[in-house]
């Protein structure tokens, strides 16, 4: 189970445990990409394949962790190669910029409003307000 053999169906398998271990860790997969061919790494004797999975997602740093804490105690050999993350969007509730002609007591209202509407809206939504974007290279190895 360690170093499974490679057979045409192993890419396919692949994708699937990687929806499967994003999923449970709480991370929203939104893209998933493999190298072309595995490539062997070794000398002859000890030789393997390593096919590499680049990985975009999203999730909160609790999440992020639990993905890594999964791959790192997975079944299937896999190293994270590299990981980059990006900080989480704006909302789309944020003033416009032709919010800021209007006079000080009608944008101390807007400003308000809109802290009263962050403060219920984090409350309320299921993805947290800390959620940011994120990019992984996985190496995952097979005889």
Same mark, same amino acid.
Request: net charge negative; proline share 6%.
């Given at each position: 189970d360690?170093?499974?053999?490679?057979?045409? #169906?192993?890419?396919?398998?692949?994708?699937?445990?990687?929806?499967?271990?994003?999923?449970?860790?709480?991370?929203?997969?939104?893209?998933?990409?493999?190298?072309?061919?595995?490539?062997?790494?070794?000398?002859?004797?000890?030789?393997? #394949?390593?096919?590499?999975?680049?990985?975009?997602?999203?999730?909160?740093?609790?999440?992020?962790?639990?993905?890594?804490?999964?791959?790192?105690?997975?079944?299937?050999?896999?190293?994270?190669?590299?990981?980059?993350?990006?900080?989480?969007?704006?909302?789309?509730?944020?003033? #416009?910029?032709?919010?800021?002609?209007?006079?000080?007591?009608?944008?101390?209202?807007?400003?308000?409003?809109?802290?009263?509407?962050?403060?219920?809206?984090? #409350?309320i939504?299921?993805?947290?307000?800390?959620?940011?974007?994120?990019?992984?290279?996985?190496?995952v190895?097979?005889?």
């Amino acid at each position: 189970d360690l170093l499974p053999q490679f057979t045409s #169906k192993s890419v396919p398998e692949l994708f699937t445990e990687f929806e499967k271990i994003t999923s449970e860790s709480g991370i929203l997969l939104s893209g998933i990409s493999f190298q072309g061919a595995p490539t062997k790494v070794g000398s002859d004797k000890s030789s393997y #394949k390593s096919v590499n999975a680049s990985i975009s997602a999203i999730g909160s740093y609790d999440a992020l962790r639990s993905l890594v804490r999964t791959i790192e105690q997975n079944k299937h050999l896999m190293d994270i190669a590299s990981l980059s993350i990006s900080p989480p969007s704006v909302s789309e509730d944020s003033p #416009k910029e032709s919010e800021s002609s209007q006079t000080l007591p009608d944008l101390f209202e807007t400003a308000t409003t809109t802290i009263e509407n962050i403060e219920t809206k984090t #409350k309320i939504e299921t993805e947290p307000e800390s959620s940011f974007g994120f990019g992984m290279s996985i190496n995952v190895y097979y005889r």
